[in-house]
């Protein structure tokens, strides 16, 4: 019983790493419940798959009241796609369509996100999509500066559990938040940040247009390529 005692303490501390102060009470009534010979004794970077912190992350997401967004939202967006993938885009902000569906980049701008995922040579299910903020800014305005600052605790545990070899920063306000908000988001041109790479805590970020301004900037597709075709020679 010592081993199992010690692979509860070592699940508990983890959430508790990941700032969770409480959990569902099903998830401890089967933790103890579970029988000693499946009792989570997998190693501590298998664990957080096996035990799906992805979606208590989530939920901790979907009860978040810290910004005035979550009085105007229909539906919290949290990221979607493959939690051990080794391609992340990050996006802004929800828009309207993402709103009323839930789900990250489903609208217009979401199908050119697709299209260019399946250019690169993957399926959505292949990547991970999440937004920097994670309720849709009334009038699809650029979220506040302190709205990313809120939610930007969300992203970076996302991050952390998805863990991805490369990231892609969509739009000004990702490469802002990826950047450490430093200066003011105001100053930010993305049109001159593109086709440099940063890290974000030794994770190559490839920063390019957002999806949406490219459905009215068509000309400038070929530069947000070329910028996929940094960050796929950065994962070979």
Same mark, same amino acid.
């Given at each position: ?42 190693? $501590? =970077?298998?664990?957080? *798959? @096996? #035990? ?7 939920? /901790? ?79 699809? $305005? =650029?979220?506040?500066? *302190? @709205? #990313? ?7 970076? /545990? ?79």
């Amino acid at each position: 019983m010592g081993r199992e005692i010690e692979n509860i303490i070592e699940i508990l501390n983890f959430y508790k790493a990941l700032g969770f102060r409480e959990l569902p009470q099903s998830f401890i009534h089967s933790l103890f419940k579970t029988n000693s010979h499946i009792l989570f004794s997998e190693p $501590r =970077e298998n664990t957080k *798959n @096996e #035990i799906l912190s992805i979606d208590f992350l989530n939920e /901790k997401i979907k009860n978040c009241k810290k910004c005035p967004l979550s009085l105007s939202r229909k539906n919290v967006v949290c990221g979607e796609g493959n939690t051990n993938a080794k391609l992340m885009f990050v996006g802004e902000a929800p828009g309207v369509d993402e709103d009323i569906q839930g789900r990250p980049f489903v609208g217009e701008a979401g199908k050119l996100l697709t299209r260019l995922i399946e250019k690169m040579g993957f399926v959505r299910k292949d990547v991970y999509i999440t937004n920097t903020v994670k309720c849709h800014p009334p009038r699809n $305005r =650029e979220p506040f500066e *302190n @709205e #990313i600052s809120e939610c930007f605790d969300y992203l970076k /545990k996302e991050i952390e559990i998805v863990s991805p070899q490369v990231i892609i920063s969509l739009g000004k306000v990702a490469t802002y938040a990826l950047m450490g908000m430093n200066g003011k988001l105001r100053d930010l041109h993305i049109s001159k940040i593109r086709g440099k790479v940063f890290f974000y805590n030794q994770i190559p970020v490839v920063p390019t247009f957002h999806p949406a301004y490219l459905l009215r900037n068509r000309k400038d597709k070929w530069l947000t390529w070329e910028d996929a075709q940094e960050a796929l020679r950065r994962l070979k």
